[in-house]
């Protein structure tokens, strides 16, 4: 059994797919924002159920596509406990394990490239982020980096596991895609045979350049790629749609429409979701994907199409956000005015990993009931 590997071309990040073959429960590792329609795919074609996100560190050249996987596939979010990662449900510790059908992957704490970066061992594969590369290793020149702390993690944990261990790093720049740790252990030339002084003097003269992205990706990866940049109370004017559908609306004027009989209101969260956590009254029922399994609801088009009942404008509400760009997406293929309600009705997660305190419909004090 060997992982499906994935590359994003433009940070040269591999990603990685683990899954149990009977139950089909997947885990995901380092998934790249701008690579998530990719990853939906493979997912669909293997027929795969995402269970976890799972992140190596925050990183500092991409932005995690995990708070949408946990949107769109109903995954939950993993990081390691040390990279400040707030919004991941799942904050791990040494030795952790993640429980995906009747496999397990457990982490283990390599610090060095960041003081938090994990690396996840499972089966024979072990996934080391941007600690040990192939040939290289993660830099240590920023981001809480520490060069002695690599040589800790690299010389002690990673070549501790048995040497015909596959190693799959977070990034290649030279299109390798898979090491062993033996082979490492003998031939990575920035640590094998090398002192510890030896290695920190050869981190501390690589001088190389600050990543393009970094002022943009670490903060928007602190909080699992979500950037809740909506601000409801602001956008009382529509903003138009860039991304194939009418446009994205606050709550506040999304509920100002509805009111006015300009717009109907369509809930696509899960029946679940309506049924446990709140509703709005009088908001139509349309689920995008159905808990649990995330399953598309066969039925969408049908039911929205009916909702616009011959042109009226739809207001789109999921939880977060994330679903309703996807609905509003379709809904427009199918001929509909469909905008997207900016941070759902429970909004993001804050620091906390708890939703309910940074934006969304109930945050505002629109109208909701609870059963
Ligand atoms: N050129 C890339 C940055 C590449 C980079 O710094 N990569 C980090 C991983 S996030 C690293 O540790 N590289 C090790 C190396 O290049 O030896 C960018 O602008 O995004
Ligand atoms: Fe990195």
Request: proline share 5%; net charge negative.
């Amino acid at each position: 059994m060997k992982p499906i590997q994935l590359f994003d071309p433009a940070s040269s990040t591999y990603t990685y797919l683990l899954f149990d073959q009977a139950t089909r429960e997947a885990v995901i590792i380092d998934p790249v924002d701008e690579q998530i329609e990719r990853d939906l795919a493979v997912l669909r074609e293997y027929g795969l159920r995402l269970v976890w996100t799972l992140e190596t560190h925050a990183h500092a050249d991409h932005i995690t596509s995990a708070g949408k996987l946990a949107e769109l596939a109903g995954a939950r979010t993993a990081a390691p406990a040390g990279c400040g990662i707030g919004t991941a449900g799942r904050q791990l510790q040494d030795g952790d394990e993640l429980e995906f059908g009747a496999e397990r992957l457990r982490a283990l704490h390599t610090p060095g490239h960041t003081a938090g970066s994990m690396s996840y061992l499972w089966r024979d594969h072990v996934f080391t982020g941007d600690a040990l590369l192939i040939g290289g290793c993660g830099r240590t020149d920023f981001q809480s980096g520490s060069a002695v702390d690599l040589y800790r993690s690299l010389t002690q944990v990673l070549f501790a596991l048995p040497d015909d261990t596959t190693v799959w790093p977070g990034h290649d720049y030279q299109g390798r895609t898979s090491s062993t740790i033996g082979n490492e252990k003998t031939s990575n030339p920035r640590v094998a045979g090398k002192t510890e002084a030896e290695f920190v003097a050869i981190m501390d003269s690589l001088n190389l350049p600050r990543p393009r992205r970094i002022d943009e990706a670490v903060p928007a990866n602190l909080t699992s790629g979500l950037r809740h940049d909506a601000d409801g109370v602001q956008l009382m004017q529509p903003r138009t749609g860039q991304g194939g559908y009418a446009g994205d609306v606050s709550p506040q004027l999304a509920w100002q429409w509805v009111q006015q009989g300009e717009a109907v209101l369509v809930d696509v969260r899960t029946d679940a979701e309506r049924e446990w956590v709140g509703f709005v009254p009088g908001a139509l029922p349309v689920a995008w994907k159905q808990w649990p399994g995330m399953a598309m609801n066969t039925g969408f088009d049908e039911a929205v199409r009916a909702a616009a009942d011959g042109g009226r404008k739809l207001v789109l509400l999921c939880r977060s956000g994330v679903r309703s760009v996807a609905a509003a997406r379709r809904a427009t293929e199918l001929g509909l005015e469909a905008y997207n309600i900016l941070e759902g009705f429970e909004g993001d997660p804050d620091g906390h990993g708890q939703r309910g305190r940074k934006g969304g419909w109930r945050y505002h004090g629109l109208p909701w009931r609870q059963n």
